[in-house]
C-alpha cells in the first residue's frame, strides 16, 4: 500500500523561500502522476504542480507559475516542491498526492489523486 510523508513546512516571511519533500514508499513515483496541492482554511483544495515523469511534463497553478518548481529523485523516491518569493496568499496546508496509473481525468482535480500524504504547514508572513 502506498504511502506519502511530507516535510519542508514551516514559517517564513514574505519573499522568502521554502522545500517541500515527499518521500514515497509502496509505490513508484516515476510510474504514477505525482503532484503538490495545498489547502487553506475555508478553502477548498487546490491543484498547485503536477509532474509525469514518463512523459517530462509539468503543470502549474497559475497563481505559482515562475516561483514554484516540482521535480523528483527517483533514485531516492522522493517529490520536491521549491518554493521562492512567498506570498502570504500561498500560506496553507501542502499535501504531496499520487495517481496510479493508468490516469483518468483532470490533472488539477485532486478527485483524480488516490493517494494522500498527511500535510505539511506552510505560513508566509507580510
Known amino acids: 500500500l502506498g504511502q506519502l510523508v511530507e516535510s519542508g513546512g514551516g514559517s517564513v516571511q514574505a519573499g522568502g523561500s521554502l522545500r517541500l519533500s515527499c518521500a514515497a514508499s509502496?509505490?513508484?513515483?516515476?510510474?504514477?502522476?505525482m503532484g503538490w496541492f495545498r489547502q487553506a482554511p475555508g478553502r477548498e483544495r487546490e491543484v498547485v504542480a503536477v509532474?509525469?515523469?514518463?512523459?517530462?511534463?509539468?503543470n502549474y497553478a497559475d497563481s505559482v507559475k515562475g516561483r514554484f518548481t516540482i521535480s523528483q529523485d527517483n533514485a531516492k523516491n522522493t517529490l520536491f516542491l521549491q518554493m521562492d518569493s512567498l506570498k502570504p496568499e500561498d500560506t496553507a496546508m501542502y499535501y504531496c498526492?499520487?495517481?496510479?496509473?493508468?490516469?483518468?481525468?483532470?490533472?488539477?482535480?485532486?478527485?483524480?489523486?488516490?493517494?494522500w500524504g498527511q500535510g505539511t504547514q506552510v505560513t508566509v508572513s507580510s
Open positions: 509502496g509505490l513508484t513515483p516515476s510510474t504514477y502522476r
Open positions: 498526492a499520487a495517481a496510479s496509473p493508468p490516469y483518468y481525468g483532470s490533472w488539477s482535480n485532486p478527485v483524480n489523486f488516490n493517494y
Open positions: 509532474i509525469y515523469t514518463r512523459l517530462g511534463t509539468t
